[in-house]
């Protein structure tokens, strides 16, 4: 059965400290592995697609990155803006994602 | 449009009473998806569309939960005898046909279902 697990379940940072979340799976046959940010109250807003090992892709303060059994997303200088749940998923044959449980990032000023 | 809408954002019903979610997908995008959110962030893929024929359904409660995306009309999802356990925020996306890797699923903004 197709599986992703995010680490850590929340995150506090204070601005300008760098961390980065963690996304493993377990997928047959991965076609992209996609990072989205939900606010409250929102829908997933679609940030990254990486669909080889080695790829990154970066905007603003983020930066993801794969390898073969995890992603990664780097959050450089975070800022208050930067507070949400960011989720990974797997996208597999069949057209469907498998979703991790999320990360929930709080930034204090 | 350029984004996903749904209708309404919230929705209140009675256990047993029917609940019926509607969705515009994206100008242009072919597929469509419904995915319900519960407890913890936890997605639970129900439905997806490519047009209006039914892509794969392997998560859909087939007792209870029908949809459809017809030509020219909003897709819908629609509970009969809603439950307890359907409380939830349904969320739709939508994404372009794939040019040999996935296109990025695009959401709405969800609709929040209590059953009470």
């Known amino acids: 059965e197709d599986q992703v697990t995010q680490s850590p379940e929340a995150l506090r940072l204070q601005e300008g400290e760098s961390s980065s979340l963690n996304c493993s799976y377990t997928v047959s046959g991965l076609r992209g592995l996609f990072w989205y940010r939900q606010d409250p109250g929102k829908g997933p807003e679609f940030l990254f697609t990486l669909y080889s090992a080695g790829e990154e892709k970066e905007k603003e303060r983020l930066k993801a990155t794969l390898t073969k059994k995890e992603s990664f997303l780097h959050i450089t200088a975070p800022k208050p803006e930067d507070s949400a749940t960011y989720l990974c998923a797997a996208g597999a044959a069949g057209n469907k994602l498998t979703f991790g449980g999320g990360t929930r990032v709080l930034v204090k000023p | 449009g350029e984004e996903v809408a749904q209708t309404p954002k919230h929705l209140v019903r009675g256990e047993g009473q029917k609940a019926k979610l509607y969705c515009a997908p994206i100008?242009?995008?072919?597929?469509v998806f419904w995915y319900q959110q519960v407890l913890k962030n936890e997605f639970k893929f129900l439905i997806s569309f490519q047009n209006e024929n039914v892509f794969d359904e392997t998560g859909m409660p087939k007792e209870r939960f029908s949809a459809k995306c017809l030509p020219n009309s909003p897709c819908s999802l629609e509970i009969q005898a809603t439950k307890l356990e359907d409380s939830a925020v349904y969320f739709c996306?939508?994404?372009?046909?794939?040019?040999?890797?996935?296109?990025?699923?695009?959401f709405g903004n969800g609709t929040r279902l209590t059953v009470t």
């Open positions: 996306a939508s994404s372009r046909p794939g040019t040999g890797g996935w296109s990025p699923l695009h």
């Open positions: 100008k242009g995008h072919s597929y």
